[in-house]
């Protein structure tokens, strides 16, 4: 028997008890973003979340490939009739049993989705503003880099935007200098050069940061760069901008005293459109 809420009911009606993404984070996940029944970027998050789950030691099914991962999520979206656009997220968890040390390395995975208004990528130009969150540090560590169930900062971070008017806080790293936002990478656009944080200080390795960083280096006048970004760096921008699979990009118009503009935003999302129309 358990305790659930104040109610004493058998341990088998509440499947948390043992599960293990519940009870110590053993989980990874990717969030995708369907369009005409058509998962975008899917290679991309496919070798993520097999990257993942080898770097925490799960044992990878001998079906999961990318077409039966492809196919399973479809499956979810037709069924709800989504089909036009949606958000998926898919969560592999290490099966039941054991405390720290599990008894087995095996997986289940759940697919859940949510309805999406646009199929293409649209520029929220409202006004959006953002600020350090200086309570908890990434580390920089291969685990930062991956999308794992342990999001606490991630969380604790948005409460903190929340009680203070900010669309979105920006994380630092140990070395105190600037990692990513809450939701997204960051980028930075000063003069002609784009510059993100490298994946090396603890940022997400993220599907939209590869394809914003690809379509960038095609485009003329336009020099690209990962490099280390400290705070000070931020007020010296001309743009500033989020990026992930759901949002496209997200243009940052306030950080502290200082205002940005989105022109080479603008410019991405006319290109990501494009390339996402071509394949």
Known sequence: MINFNGN???????????????????????TLKVVNNKILFLEDHY???MASMRVVRMEIPMNFTMEYFEEQVLKVVQENNFSASARARITVFRN???LYLPKTNEVSFLIHTTILENTLYALNTSHYEVDLY???YVTKQLLSSIKTTNKLINVTGSIYAHENGLDNCILLNDTKNVVEGLQGNLFMVTGKKLITPPVSEGCLNGVMRRQILALAKKMEGIEVSEEIISPFDLQKADELFLTNVITGIQPISKYRKKEFTSNLAHLLVQKLNESISEN
């Open 8 to 30: 004493i009911v058998e341990r088998e009606e509440n499947i948390l008890t043992q599960n293990r993404a519940f009870l110590y984070g053993d989980g990874v996940f990717e």
């Open 47 to 49: 070798f993520r979340l």
């Open 96 to 98: 039941d049993g054991g």
């Open 134 to 136: 200086k309570d908890f």
